[in-house]
């Protein structure tokens, strides 16, 4: 996978300004234009931003971390790492009453895979008060001459209180009882990663875990996109992967990233709330030389 750059935007807003249209995993450009102005909106970019733009950087504030076994992107579950976290958030305005709408740069899915891993982090946090801006920044300009700044907004000390949702973390002995139990798992890398034809530096072996069948993230938006496929896509997509509204899929790439896209479809636009991210995903089943692993497996 090609390196990810942080170009990630985050706007919150006070819980009122949002009640009209209820809580919603996902909105749109013209929405945030709307209310872009409202007292109370941080939004972070590295570049050109939206006004009133904060700043987070997703390789090196602690959305993602290196763990004790050498695992790359993963959530940062030790206290230490919590406690970095969580001061990071707090540094950026963010509070417990906070409204969170990520947008990512929104070219692809690799872009919109960073608005969706960290929404996924808020989630495991415990902070259910987050959305992302379907298409991102590249949506937002290209519905209307928008202004923008390429000054960061300074953001208000606040605290944030990290609430654990443990269980969605998934470890890898987890995985292996639910292969047992015939759950279904959902490989989001390109379909070469998934026959085991190439590979990512992040893996050991080529191939995917036994039983895995594909569903590509890059299926999941539109040509040359950040945003997403209409909700009959969606799920006709998981439909055709073997997927229907009473499973439970596992959904895994190589470090969590991909698979966060497939895992907010999943369980945020098609409501299969009991969907679960494997956070170490290959990166971390390709560690253990006793886990097998299928090479040029047939969808």
Known sequence: MKPILAFLAFALFATESFAA????????????????????????????????????????????VTDANGTPGMFPSDAT??????????????DNDSHIVLVPRGRDEIDLGVATRIYWTFKVLGHDKVSILNGGMMAYLEEASRPLTRDLTPSNLRTFDVALRSDMLLQEAEVKQAMVRDHTLIDARPVSQFQGRTKSGAVTRPGTIPGARSLPAENLTRPQSGAFQSATALDRLFVSAGVGKTNAPILFCNTGHWASVNWFVASELLGMKDARLYDGSMAEWTADSTNSVVAEAVD
């Not at 939004?43 to 390789?59: E, K, N």
């Not at 790492?81 to 963010?94: F, H, P, S």
């Open 21 to 64: 249209d209820g809580m919603r995993p996902l909105i749109d450009s013209r929405w945030l234009a709307v209310h872009a102005a409202e007292p109370g909106i941080v939004i972070i970019d590295t570049r050109s931003h939206i006004p009133g733009a904060v700043h987070t950087d997703y390789g090196r504030d602690g959305w993602r």
């Open 81 to 94: 790492g919590l406690g970095a976290l969580a001061d990071r958030i707090g540094e950026m305005g963010i």
